[in-house]
Nanobody, 123 residues
């Protein structure tokens, strides 16, 4: 029900845009989030966005460099990543959970997950 795409190889300082297509139950009234997992590390929160798109929240490590947005007409959520650093290298996952008025930053609070897309930032 979630399909992430857009990963790839980019040089440090470059940009990349990820997209997540939602279908079925996840296509309406859901908070959408992006998480990432580097090799040997836990899955970390990156950003999330409310159902309306009016509220967003970012991890400190990406604040000012990444932008999350959504297009509910197309059932998609995007993550624009600018000024990428080698430490941004990870598999990026999109996630969804029913919107209750709150934003969520813990992976365990999300019910649906995409398959992940690899982002590699070379130095």
């Amino acid at each position: 029900q979630l399909q992430a795409s857009g990963g790839g190889l980019v040089q440090a300082g470059g940009s990349l845009s990820l997209s997540c297509a939602a279908s079925g139950r996840t296509s309406s009234n859901h908070v959408m989030g992006w998480f990432r997992q580097a090799p040997g590390k836990e899955r970390d929160f990156v950003a999330c966005i409310s159902w309306s798109g009016g509220r967003t929240y970012y991890a400190d490590s990406v604040k000012g460099r990444f932008t999350i947005s959504r297009d509910n007409a197309k059932n998609t959520v995007s993550l624009q990543m600018d000024s990428l650093k080698p430490e941004d290298t990870a598999v990026y996952y999109c996630a969804a959970r029913e919107y209750t008025g709150y934003l969520y930053t813990r992976a365990r609070d999300y019910s649906y997950w995409g398959q992940g897309t690899l982002v590699t930032v070379s130095s």
